[in-house]
């Protein structure tokens, strides 16, 4: 039994959409601070309806979802816990990058100086300081997803969610991402496609498929059972391929 205090937890979560069959069947999750938890799973495993349940965009069909030890109301402003969306202009709307950041924070009614030392310290930990006052439409994809994780940050939420998070970055915005999450303190839950990105980042994962949890553990062990992920539509990532010999003889 653990002590510690659970960030989330699920118990016997379904949901479907309205008139629609199961799309997520008899969830159980405990998720613990500090943790980072990839989800993992083909197309329509459910990832994303679970990110917006979780955040109370969607209203569960049945069983209970609780965010530090509060339910989740459908609707209720949780400031503890963040958002990334998968498509960063579904979140940056502001003239400016600056705007865009304080947005949060002002809208919680902090004070001026407040405001302004979350968007200092936001802009600071995701290295994008020299890009305040560019209009965010101007900024490359990987701007933008930082852009949007500081406007996130600077809630300074408890609980992370990032949605395919590595869509449309290069090489380099990449490993600057991977960097920068292997240094965050807050709790991470991140769905991914790139299997390699949340080896490098996760220490735990969670496998989805057709709505439900089908594996959570180890990352290097649940992404190396190859049959276990043919089983479920995913390869094993390539890093994890045993390196054979080369034989001499
Ligand atoms: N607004 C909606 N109305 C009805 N059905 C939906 C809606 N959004 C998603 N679905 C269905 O719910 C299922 C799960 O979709 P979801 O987007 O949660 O999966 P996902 O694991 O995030 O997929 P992907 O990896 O493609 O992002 C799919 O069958 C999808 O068609």
């Avoid at 613990?32 to 083909?42: D, L, S, T």
């Avoid at 997803?145 to 869509?167: C, F, H, K, N, Q």
Wanted: proline share 7%; net charge negative; hydrophobic share 40%.
């Amino acid at each position: 039994m653990n002590s510690r205090k659970s960030v989330l937890s699920v118990s016997n979560l379904s949901f479907s959409y309205p008139d629609r069959y199961l799309v997520l069947k008899d969830l159980n999750l405990e998720v613990w601070p500090g943790e980072r938890v990839g989800i993992i799973g083909p197309n329509g495993a459910g990832k994303t309806t679970f990110f917006m349940l979780i955040c109370g965009v969607l209203k569960v069909t049945s069983g209970e979802i609780r965010l530090f030890g509060k339910p989740v109301v459908p609707g209720e402003f949780r400031p503890e816990v963040g958002m990334v969306f998968q498509n960063p202009d579904d979140q940056l709307f502001c003239p400016s990058v600056r705007d865009d950041v304080a947005f949060g924070p002002e809208n919680l009614g902090l004070p001026k100086e407040e405001v302004e030392a979350r968007v200092r310290e936001a802009f600071a930990v995701t290295g994008i300081q020299e890009l305040g006052d560019y209009p965010p439409h101007h900024l490359s994809g990987g701007q933008k997803r930082m852009a949007a994780i500081a406007g996130v940050l600077a809630m300074r939420p408890r609980l992370v969610i990032y949605d395919e998070p590595t869509s449309n970055l290069d090489i380099r915005y990449r490993r600057r991402l991977i960097r920068f999450l292997r240094s965050a303190r807050e709790t991470m839950l991140i769905a991914s496609h790139d299997l390699e990105f949340i080896l490098e980042v996760c220490d735990r994962v969670i496998l989805m498929d057709e709505g439900r949890i089908v594996a959570d553990g180890n990352p290097r062990v649940i992404m190396g059972d190859v049959d276990l992920m043919e089983a479920h539509g995913l390869e094993r990532p390539h890093s994890l391929v045993p390196h054979v010999e080369p034989h001499h003889g």
